[in-house]
Nanobody
Framework: EVQLVESGGGLVQAGGSLRVSCAASGFSFDDYVIGWFRQAPGKEREGVSCITSDGSTYYGDSVKGRFTVSKDNAKNTVTLQMNSLKPEDTAVYYC??????????????RGQGTQVTVSS
């Protein structure tokens, strides 16, 4: 059974940092792109970042320079380190897996999400 489980969300003040993680199982982790996307109430899904099987990383314009994605193939986990958080980063953050990055959250496998709230 494919599973993607996010963890690490929470409440933080603007300017602070949070780290969210995605634990994957049930598929060939090394062969897949793992991406992060988010959705705020009343807004469309927005791609945040993705990391490819060879470790190449990509970021959306709104988070570039503030967020860093990394993966641990031994533990089948992907981590998104979020720094200099802004209130507009408030959303439910999801991880997804597929053969390519998606900037619309259209991943064949997706987790249930974790809430990130940034207070002003």
């Amino acid at each position: 059974e494919v599973q993607l489980v996010e963890s690490g969300g929470g409440l933080v003040q603007a300017g602070g940092s949070l780290r969210v993680s995605c634990a994957a199982s049930g598929f060939s982790f090394d062969d897949y792109v793992i991406g992060w996307f988010r959705q705020a109430p009343g807004k469309e899904r927005e791609g945040v970042s993705c990391i490819t099987s060879d470790g190449s990383t990509y970021y959306g314009d709104s988070v570039k320079g503030r967020f860093t994605v990394s993966k641990d193939n031994a533990k089948n986990t992907v981590t998104l380190q979020m720094n200099s958080l802004k209130p507009e980063d408030t959303a439910v953050y999801y991880c997804g897996a597929d053969l390519t990055c998606s900037w619309h959250g259209a991943y064949v496998y997706r987790g249930q999400g974790t809430q990130v709230t940034v207070s002003s």
